[in-house]
């Protein structure tokens, strides 16, 4: 399955508290997903909270703004990406 | 022993009561089961039945193993059954629709569940094909769990069993596969625990491949080193009469009556049972059968040809004396005789049969053995054979073989002399010829034929001639040419009095009139026709003029009225599970979906499109990736260039008018990317083919993203206004022509030409879009003209539903205030009714309500609020 990096804006800044709502915020969305087959790997968030970038792995980049939409997240960019390894090109010598 | 044949089978067996459990309540299943040729599947399969006892109603029936089986030979099987309640629709020549609509009918009313048991799948014929994928896709809410058996190993990708198990298999919820494997050498050992024979050694040699052991235990103490030594060996211990009535047995398609397997040996009535102590072949009533394809092909194959030929021809006369009128079996038997005069007397007549049940593939095959035959024909008789196979090659998409064929047609009728049989030779080879994608040679053919036909009288020919040049000439957008024949063909079958002609060419001279001429004639004239084929009882033809309106629709982009006439071929299309007419009206929303804009509706059709078998014919998925990686492009997602690449390589041999939406897509890709040259080079060629035609939106939208991306100084003649607007750089009425046609891309395309304040609207546009690659070259143009308050980004279109609810949530109760059940919700949003279901108690659980009248209610007294944005 393709992997895309999902950019994001958060004008007001995102807000998952570590309680139990953070979880229902992110149980939600981990659900919503699998109605599009996309699983949400991880995300990189800004020191302001206002950007994300979030890795997603999915069939299309239509099943990535799907499952956003049934999420009631933004997409700014959808960009595909592959892994580049830096210690796969220095592996031999480390 | 038979016991032990289900060993480790139980996992399987537990499983189905499971299906039949859920199907009891409502939730029926479609269950593939597969495995390879004698690994057990029928064995598990009745086992099942047996166990069912009176729980279910249980319904078997089994496809012949035949190089061309009797169409629906299953469903025959079936309606013999007076449990199954269908036998007096289908022996009444009932459509074959008609048939499986009742039979879906039963499934859902019965009080009992039904186990349905279709053998041997990779047999089938087509219609049986269309009946599993018909049950497959609604068996959900039936009471029933539909079980179909298949060797997988013979069906690789080009069998077309595999389109149609892709095509179930995406139906996660309610299909299901199950493969049964070979034994296991501890089974096995089980299974030789009475016998000198050594289990490893039987393991071995057998694969664990249940038939094989079977039949190797019984053929005694030996260990015979093939299926067929081990069933020979079986055989040699009983009398010669007995193996006689087995060998009769063996030439049979399936099974063969007592009364017949007598007659054809002359044997004493004693020698059935002889036959039957060998074990070999078992009784079904009062016919015989092998209780394995492997044992009858062992059998056969080991009997002195000229045997062979015998017992054949005369199984035929036995049939011809009883009158049967069972065609394939007589073809059967008549082909194996190898004998000119019987193949030739039963062949052609089993070959139309098979096309009027919907069987092509069969058709092509009896057709194909006849005409091995062709010089015993006179002239006149094989031009009639040639092009009747000519149309069944054509119809399982053989079009290499159908143009070799109307070669060969209109190659005899010259021989002929005859002007008329000529002619009529120059219209196949015509037609099958744009179907080949050789237009240029069509075009050459039509005008031949009409050159010829011309001088004489007014004939059925002419008018027919007449009728596919115009046609021809309306696809390839010459209006001129098509309104011309179209005309006198209309006129012709008037004084010929032929309704159904007139009624064809005057469908033509509409479509063209819409697409190039004046689009309220057209409609006008298009719904002229289809009320003359509503007269003469022509659905099928209805059906076309709803699918040329759509079409033809949105190509002149009068959009809601074209969306309207879409979705009408569309229900038409799936009442009757015609797939072809189906993709291709849903493939045309996608693209109108696309150019208003409304892209998430374009995506989900596309993709609805691709989901259709993959058989259908290129025009479909043409258009519908066209419209998908058109959304890719203008969102800025990955993925663009691969998909239009496909559209483009898919469409190259077919007509300009399906791959010119798809190459400008392509071309504002490069011109986002900065890629110019390329552009310019990919539209080159076709600006110089829209050229040719006289349709305004092919000139106008080639000619304005050539001119766009800097390969076009002067704009071409006869462009559509909105486009030739553009070009001619009045930026303002462009834009309004565009938002009176409602292409809002387009209209910000236009405003982006002008001053700063029509600039920012353009951007707004763009933003509500989300068009981030022209709304970023539209802030950049801003900035260079120094405009100062550029608004920063897209405002988030997504808002939280006053109840909690997200986005999809509140879409599928939008849905059901309009009275929509859950399978339509479903159908409409392209997700499974369980996701549906999933999103229903979701809603209710928000909503803070018990039933669906509750939250609909609700949701009008709060006022809703409720739509997406």
């Given at each position: 399955?393709?992997?895309?990096l999902?950019?994001r804006?958060?004008?007001d800044?995102?807000?998952?508290?570590?309680?139990?709502?953070?979880?229902?915020?992110?149980?939600?969305?981990?659900?919503?997903n699998?109605?599009e087959?996309?699983?949400?790997v991880?995300?990189?968030?800004?020191?302001?909270?206002?950007?994300t970038?979030?890795i997603?792995?999915?069939?299309?980049?239509?099943?990535?703004?799907?499952?956003a939409?049934?999420?009631?997240?933004?997409?700014?960019l959808?960009?595909?990406?592959?892994?580049?390894?830096?210690y796969?090109?220095?592996?031999?010598?480390? | 022993?038979?016991?032990?044949?289900?060993?480790?089978?139980?996992?399987?067996l537990?499983?189905?009561?499971?299906?039949?459990?859920?199907?009891?309540?409502?939730q029926?299943?479609?269950?593939l089961?597969?495995?390879?040729?004698?690994v057990?599947?029928?064995?598990?399969?009745?086992?099942?039945?047996?166990?069912?006892?009176d729980?279910?109603?249980?319904?078997i029936?089994?496809?012949?193993?035949?190089?061309?089986?009797?169409?629906?030979?299953?469903?025959?099987?079936?309606?013999?059954d007076?449990?199954s309640?269908?036998?007096?629709?289908?022996?009444?020549?009932a459509?074959?629709?008609?048939?499986?609509?009742?039979?879906?009918g039963?499934?859902?009313?019965?009080?009992?569940?039904?186990?349905?048991?279709?053998?041997?799948?990779?047999?089938?014929?087509?219609?049986?094909?269309?009946?599993?994928?018909?049950v497959?896709?609604?068996?959900?809410?039936?009471?029933?769990?539909?079980?179909?058996?298949?060797?997988?190993?013979?069906?690789?990708?080009?069998?077309?069993?595999?389109?149609?198990?892709g095509?179930?298999?995406?139906?996660?919820?309610?299909?299901?596969?199950?493969?049964?494997?070979?034994?296991?050498l501890d089974?096995?050992r089980?299974?030789?625990?009475?016998?000198?024979?050594?289990?490893?050694?039987?393991f071995?040699?057998?694969?664990?491949?249940?038939?094989?052991?079977?039949?190797?235990?019984?053929?005694?103490?030996?260990l015979?080193?093939?299926?067929?030594?081990?069933?020979?060996?079986?055989?040699?211990?009983?009398?010669?009469?007995?193996?006689?009535?087995?060998?009769?047995?063996?030439?049979?398609?399936?099974?063969l009556?007592?009364?017949?397997?007598?007659?054809?040996?002359?044997?004493?009535?004693n020698?059935?049972?002889?036959?039957?102590?060998?074990?070999?072949?078992?009784?079904?009533?009062?016919?015989?059968?092998?209780?394995?394809?492997?044992?009858?092909?062992?059998?056969?194959?080991?009997?002195?040809?000229?045997?062979?030929?015998?017992?054949?021809?005369?199984?035929?006369?036995?049939?011809v004396?009883?009158?049967?009128?069972?065609?394939?079996?007589?073809?059967?038997?008549?082909?194996?005789?190898?004998?000119?005069?019987?193949i030739?007397?039963?062949?052609?007549t089993?070959?139309?049969?098979?096309?009027s049940?919907g069987?092509?593939?069969?058709?092509?095959?009896?057709?194909?053995?006849?005409l091995?035959?062709?010089?015993?024909?006179?002239?006149?008789?094989?031009?009639?054979?040639?092009?009747?196979y000519?149309?069944?090659?054509?119809?399982?998409?053989?079009?290499?073989?159908?143009?070799d064929q109307a070669?060969?047609?209109?190659?005899?009728?010259?021989?002929?002399?005859?002007?008329?049989?000529?002619?009529?030779?120059?219209?196949?080879?015509a037609?099958?010829?744009?179907?080949?994608?050789?237009n240029?040679?069509?075009?050459?053919?039509?005008?031949?034929?009409?050159?010829?036909?011309?001088?004489?009288?007014?004939?059925?020919?002419?008018?027919a001639?007449?009728?596919?040049?115009?046609?021809l000439?309306?696809?390839?957008?010459?209006?001129?040419?098509?309104?011309?024949?179209?005309?006198?063909?209309?006129?012709m079958?008037?004084?010929?009095?032929?309704?159904?002609?007139?009624?064809?060419?005057?469908?033509?001279?509409?479509?063209?009139?819409?697409?190039?001429?004046?689009?309220?004639?057209?409609?006008?004239?298009?719904?002229?026709?289809?009320?003359?084929?509503?007269?003469?009882?022509?659905?099928?033809?209805?059906?076309?003029?709803?699918?040329?309106?759509?079409?033809?629709?949105?190509?002149?982009?009068?959009?809601?009225?074209?969306?309207?006439?879409?979705e009408?071929?569309i229900?038409?299309a799936?009442?009757?599970?015609?797939?072809?007419?189906?993709?291709?009206?849903?493939?045309w929303?996608?693209?109108?979906?696309?150019?208003?804009?409304?892209?998430?509706e374009?995506?989900?059709?596309?993709?609805?499109?691709?989901r259709?078998?993959p058989?259908?014919?290129?025009i479909?998925?043409?258009?519908a990736?066209?419209?998908?990686?058109?959304v890719?492009?203008?969102?800025?997602?990955?993925?663009?260039d691969?998909v239009l690449?496909?559209?483009?390589?898919?469409?190259?041999?077919?007509s300009?008018?399906?791959?010119?939406?798809?190459?400008?897509?392509l071309?504002?890709?490069?011109w986002?990317?900065?890629?110019l040259?390329?552009?310019?080079?990919?539209?080159?060629g076709?600006?110089?083919?829209?050229?040719?035609?006289?349709?305004?939106?092919?000139?106008?939208?080639?000619?304005?993203?050539?001119?766009?991306?800097?390969g076009?100084?002067?704009p071409?003649?006869?462009?559509?206004?909105?486009?030739a607007?553009?070009?001619?750089?009045?930026?303002?009425?462009?834009?309004?022509?565009?938002?009176?046609?409602?292409?809002?891309?387009?209209?910000a395309?236009?405003?982006?030409g002008?001053?700063?304040?029509?600039?920012?609207?353009?951007?707004?546009?763009?933003?509500?879009?989300?068009?981030?690659?022209?709304a970023?070259?539209?802030?950049?143009?801003?900035?260079?003209?120094?405009?100062?308050?550029?608004?920063?980004?897209?405002?988030?279109s997504?808002?939280?539903?006053?109840a909690?609810?997200?986005?999809?949530?509140?879409?599928?109760?939008?849905?059901?205030?309009?009275?929509?059940?859950?399978?339509?919700?479903a159908?409409?949003?392209?997700?499974?009714?369980?996701?549906?279901?999933?999103?229903?108690s979701?809603?209710l659980?928000k909503?803070?309500?018990?039933?669906?009248?509750?939250?609909?209610t609700?949701?009008?007294?709060?006022g809703?609020?409720?739509?997406?944005?």
């Amino acid at each position: 399955m393709p992997r895309y990096l999902v950019e994001r804006t958060f004008p007001d800044g995102l807000d998952i508290p570590q309680s139990s709502k953070g979880i229902e915020i992110v149980g939600g969305v981990v659900s919503n997903n699998l109605d599009e087959q996309v699983t949400w790997v991880h995300s990189f968030v800004s020191d302001d909270k206002r950007k994300t970038f979030c890795i997603y792995d999915g069939p299309t980049p239509e099943s990535i703004r799907r499952a956003a939409t049934a999420n009631g997240l933004p997409v700014d960019l959808i960009t595909q990406v592959s892994v580049l390894d830096p210690y796969f090109y220095l592996g031999g010598e480390a | 022993m038979d016991h032990l044949l289900l060993l480790e089978r139980d996992h399987l067996l537990d499983r189905l009561e499971r299906l039949l459990q859920a199907a009891s309540q409502g939730q029926g299943s479609l269950v593939l089961v597969s495995g390879e040729a004698g690994v057990g599947k029928t064995t598990m399969v009745r086992a099942f039945a047996g166990r069912v006892g009176d729980r279910a109603v249980v319904l078997i029936g089994a496809c012949d193993p035949l190089s061309t089986p009797r169409p629906l030979s299953p469903l025959l099987d079936i309606a013999a059954d007076p449990a199954s309640g269908i036998g007096d629709l289908l022996s009444s020549g009932a459509a074959n629709y008609d048939v499986f609509a009742d039979l879906l009918g039963r499934l859902r009313t019965a009080l009992r569940p039904t186990l349905l048991v279709v053998e041997d799948v990779h047999w089938a014929d087509e219609a049986t094909l269309d009946l599993l994928r018909y049950v497959g896709r609604r068996v959900a809410d039936t009471h029933a769990v539909v079980v179909a058996t298949y060797r997988h190993d013979e069906v690789t990708r080009t069998h077309p069993l595999f389109a149609v198990i892709g095509d179930l298999v995406r139906i996660r919820e309610s299909v299901h596969r199950m493969e049964i494997p070979p034994f296991t050498l501890d089974a096995v050992r089980r299974l030789a625990a009475d016998s000198p024979v050594d289990p490893e050694e039987l393991f071995e040699l057998t694969g664990g491949n249940a038939f094989f052991v079977t039949e190797v235990l019984a053929a005694g103490d030996d260990l015979p080193t093939s299926v067929q030594d081990a069933v020979l060996a079986r055989l040699a211990r009983i009398s010669h009469d007995a193996q006689q009535v087995v060998e009769a047995v063996s030439t049979a398609p399936r099974l063969l009556e007592v009364r017949h397997a007598l007659a054809l040996v002359d044997a004493a009535p004693n020698a059935v049972d002889g036959a039957l102590a060998a074990g070999v072949v078992h009784r079904a009533d009062d016919a015989l059968a092998f209780r394995h394809e492997l044992a009858r092909a062992a059998v056969e194959g080991a009997m002195a040809p000229g045997h062979r030929v015998e017992l054949h021809r005369r199984m035929v006369d036995i049939l011809v004396e009883e009158r049967s009128n069972d065609l394939a079996r007589l073809a059967h038997h008549a082909v194996r005789t190898g004998d000119p005069g019987l193949i030739l007397g039963y062949a052609p007549t089993a070959a139309a049969a098979a096309v009027s049940r919907g069987a092509p593939h069969q058709a092509v095959e009896f057709y194909a053995a006849a005409l091995a035959h062709a010089s015993q024909l006179d002239r006149s008789a094989e031009i009639t054979l040639r092009s009747e196979y000519q149309r069944a090659l054509s119809g399982i998409d053989d079009q290499r073989g159908s143009l070799d064929q109307a070669e060969e047609v209109l190659r005899l009728a010259e021989e002929t002399g005859d002007v008329e049989q000529i002619g009529r030779g120059l219209i196949t080879v015509a037609r099958a010829s744009w179907t080949f994608g050789d237009n240029e040679r069509s075009k050459r053919t039509m005008t031949a034929a009409i050159e010829l036909l011309d001088p004489l009288d007014d004939s059925a020919t002419l008018t027919a001639a007449l009728y596919l040049d115009g046609y021809l000439a309306m696809l390839n957008r010459r209006y001129q040419a098509a309104i011309a024949s179209s005309t006198r063909s209309v006129e012709m079958a008037t004084r010929i009095g032929s309704d159904v002609d007139v009624a064809r060419a005057t469908m033509t001279l509409g479509t063209a009139e819409l697409v190039m001429g004046d689009v309220e004639h057209g409609v006008a004239l298009v719904h002229e026709a289809m009320a003359m084929f509503e007269r003469l009882g022509e659905t099928t033809l209805v059906t076309s003029c709803y699918s040329l309106l759509g079409t033809g629709g949105g190509e002149a982009r009068i959009y809601d009225r074209a969306a309207g006439w879409l979705e009408e071929a569309i229900q038409r299309a799936r009442h009757t599970d015609s797939d072809y007419p189906m993709a291709y009206a849903t493939a045309w929303l996608a693209r109108i979906r696309c150019e208003q804009g409304r892209w998430d509706e374009a995506v989900a059709l596309a993709e609805a499109v691709a989901r259709v078998s993959p058989e259908v014919a290129k025009i479909s998925p043409v258009t519908a990736l066209g419209a998908l990686g058109r959304v890719r492009v203008r969102r800025g997602d990955p993925g663009a260039d691969e998909v239009l690449r496909r559209a483009v390589d898919l469409g190259r041999s077919g007509s300009l008018q399906h791959i010119w939406a798809p190459l400008c897509a392509l071309a504002e890709h490069y011109w986002f990317q900065g890629r110019l040259d390329e552009a310019v080079g990919l539209l080159e060629g076709p600006y110089h083919t829209a050229l040719q035609t006289d349709s305004p939106w092919a000139r106008g939208e080639l000619g304005f993203w050539l001119w766009w991306v800097g390969g076009l100084a002067v704009p071409p003649d006869g462009a559509a206004e909105p486009f030739a607007l553009h070009m001619s750089g009045d930026w303002e009425a462009a834009a309004l022509a565009w938002r009176a046609i409602g292409c809002p891309y387009e209209e910000a395309l236009a405003l982006a030409g002008g001053d700063d304040a029509a600039m920012l609207a353009a951007l707004d546009i763009l933003d509500r879009l989300q068009a981030r690659p022209a709304a970023l070259w539209v802030r950049s143009r801003l900035r260079h003209a120094g405009v100062d308050s550029i608004p920063r980004g897209p405002r988030q279109s997504t808002r939280t539903h006053p109840a909690g609810l997200t986005a999809r949530q509140a879409e599928v109760l939008a849905l059901m205030r309009e009275g929509l059940a859950n399978g339509d919700i479903a159908q409409r949003l392209f997700i499974s009714k369980k996701t549906v279901e999933h999103h229903v108690s979701a809603v209710l659980a928000k909503l803070g309500v018990a039933t669906r009248a509750e939250a609909i209610t609700l949701g009008r007294q709060d006022g809703g609020g409720v739509s997406p944005t």
